[in-house]
């Protein structure tokens, strides 16, 4: 399965913006998070050969605007996508999205497989959706914010499929507890990490740089420079 990372905080291809926010491609259409602008989303999916018209399905892990933010707009551009919102997005939110997809909203309240060795999590035990992917070395992970734990979506992960985790990629949101001075919930999603057997990361967006560096150490080559512009065959 390819992954195509059309939008991050940092950019790892020359003419491929960067912006505060995460999306990726999965595969041919299938589309993860939005990040928070429509127009370098757009911008980007361009410059990496995808198009917007031929995407199947949205999904999107929870609310906030980095994640969520390119959405509307984009949905005027993607006649036939499902889009799988869940329970716990605002019901506004939900209602504008439906204004724009009709019956095409499908919320995801549970762990569901979408199409063949997809699953979308749901917002249990947490408040936001991940995405997994059945992959060639064991499952890869894709997550907005990771908030507030990743060790519980991953542990829930595990609970419905009990399968080797090879990759982590996406936003953790660990680096406000950093800059407050302590690397505690750094030093606890490692351990978690390590303690589920997660092979490889590709941390990015919103991980935080002090984080990152965490995980770089960690991981050695295992640590994915992950970015707006990348292409990974997982
Ligand atoms: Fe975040």
């Given at each position: 399965?390819?992954l195509?990372i059309l939008?991050?905080?940092?950019?790892?291809?020359?003419?491929?913006g960067?912006g505060?926010?995460f999306?990726c491609?999965?595969?041919?259409?299938?589309?993860?998070?939005?990040?928070?602008k429509t127009?370098l989303?757009?911008?980007n999916?361009?410059?990496?050969?995808?198009?917007?018209?031929s995407l199947?399905?949205?999904?999107?892990?929870?609310?906030?605007?980095?994640?969520?933010?390119?959405?509307i707009?984009l949905?005027?551009?993607?006649?036939?996508?499902n889009v799988?919102?869940?329970s716990?997005?605002?019901?506004?939110?939900?209602?504008?999205?439906?204004?724009?997809?009709?019956?095409?909203?499908v919320?995801?309240d549970?762990?569901t497989?979408l199409s063949?060795g997809?699953y979308?999590t749901?917002?249990?035990?947490t408040r936001?959706?991940?995405l997994?992917?059945r992959?060639?070395?064991?499952?890869?992970?894709?997550?907005?914010?990771?908030?507030p734990?990743?060790?519980d979506i991953?542990?829930n992960?595990?609970?419905?499929?009990d399968?080797?985790?090879?990759?982590?990629i996406g936003?953790?949101?660990l680096a406000?507890?950093?800059?407050?001075?302590t690397?505690?919930?750094?030093v606890e999603a490692i351990?978690?990490?390590?303690r589920l057997g997660?092979?490889?990361?590709?941390?990015?967006?919103?991980t935080?740089?002090?984080?990152m560096?965490?995980?770089?150490?960690?991981?050695g080559?295992?640590?994915i420079e992950a970015g707006a512009?990348?292409?990974l065959q997982?």
């Amino acid at each position: 399965m390819k992954l195509k990372i059309l939008y991050d905080n940092r950019s790892m291809a020359d003419g491929v913006g960067s912006g505060w926010g995460f999306s990726c491609l999965v595969g041919d259409d299938l589309l993860f998070n939005t990040g928070e602008k429509t127009s370098l989303l757009l911008e980007n999916m361009g410059k990496m050969g995808v198009k917007p018209a031929s995407l199947a399905s949205v999904v999107v892990s929870h609310a906030d605007v980095y994640s969520a933010g390119g959405l509307i707009d984009l949905l005027d551009q993607t006649p036939s996508a499902n889009v799988y919102l869940h329970s716990k997005f605002p019901q506004a939110f939900l209602d504008n999205v439906r204004r724009k997809t009709g019956d095409r909203l499908v919320l995801v309240d549970e762990f569901t497989e979408l199409s063949d060795g997809i699953y979308a999590t749901g917002p249990y035990p947490t408040r936001e959706q991940a995405l997994v992917i059945r992959g060639e070395s064991g499952l890869v992970v894709l997550t907005g914010c990771g908030q507030p734990s990743i060790a519980d979506i991953l542990r829930n992960i595990r609970k419905h499929l009990d399968e080797p985790i090879d990759l982590v990629i996406g936003g953790l949101h660990l680096a406000c507890r950093v800059y407050e001075g302590t690397d505690a919930e750094g030093v606890e999603a490692i351990k978690a990490f390590r303690r589920l057997g997660v092979k490889r990361t590709g941390l990015c967006h919103c991980t935080g740089e002090e984080a990152m560096q965490m995980f770089r150490d960690e991981y050695g080559d295992n640590f994915i420079e992950a970015g707006a512009g990348l292409t990974l065959q997982v």
